[in-house]
Each structure stands twice: as structure tokens, then as C-alpha cells.
């Protein structure tokens, strides 16, 4: 009778691999998330500015900017969504010299949907395109700051 030495992995050998494997999914997982929501947002600031460069063309231009500059006139794209922008929406608020410009951006995000507004008022054109964090959710997510992303 020849005797043989069992070879291979203890059952508690594999439960430790599995849990070292476990622990380091749960560290990656949500730092890749992360990542993938940042890049969706880079995405957003990138159209938003294809609109901040229309609306500026049309404020510009137009004798009646209030009621021309919005999405799907003078030049100003239409509302605008694919697989990762929620929408992307041009519009004008007030009037009669005191009007404000808005661009409003959403994106789906882990966190929900995440906003990205900008503002220009007509009183202060020296400002230029302003970004609101009273109105942008995106801020409070981490992903992006009055400097943009």
C-alpha cells in the first residue's frame, strides 16, 4: 500500500483569499464609480459650452435676445440628450434690460441626477457666463466647483 499526501487549498485557505478578494472590490468599486461619474460630467461641461458659445452668438446678434435666445432659435441648439446628459436647456428669464440668461445641464450620476447651471445677466455682460452654485447640485456631489469640473 503506497500512502499519498493530499495536495491542494484547506478550505479555510479559500474563504481568506475569497474575503482579501471581497475587501478589495469593495475599496475599488465605489472609486471607479466615481470616476466614471466625473467623466460623465466632463462630458456636460463640454456641451454646455457648444450652448454657452451659441447663446453669446444670439445675445449678441438679436434685437429681442429675450424671447429669441432659447433652445431651437437663432442658432441656439435644441434640447439636448444622449446615453450619458440627461438634457442640456437654454432659456431667458426677466426682461425689459434685465433679463438672465440660463444654460441648465443634467446628468445622471450615482448620486442621482446631478445639475450644472450657468447664468449671464444682461446688467452685468462684464461677468460673462457666471456659474450658480445656488442652482447646480453638482457642487455638493463632488463634481465639479465654481471653477467648473
Known sequence: ?????ATGFSLIELMVVVAIIGI????GVPSYQHYIDRAKFSDLISKVTEYKTAMAACISTNNHPEVNCR??????PEVFSDKNIESITADS???DGNTK??????????FGISEYTLIY??????????FDPEFSGCDEDGLCSENGI
Open 24 to 27: 478589495l472590490a469593495s475599496i
Open 93 to 95: 428669464m426677466g426682461g
Open 121 to 130: 445677466d444682461s446688467k452685468l455682460p462684464e461677468a460673462g457666463w457666471v
Open 101 to 110: 440668461f440660463i444654460i441648465v445641464g443634467d446628468v445622471q450620476t450615482s
Open 1 to 5: 500500500m503506497s500512502s499519498r499526501k
Open 71 to 76: 433652445n431651437g432659435r437663432s442658432g441656439v
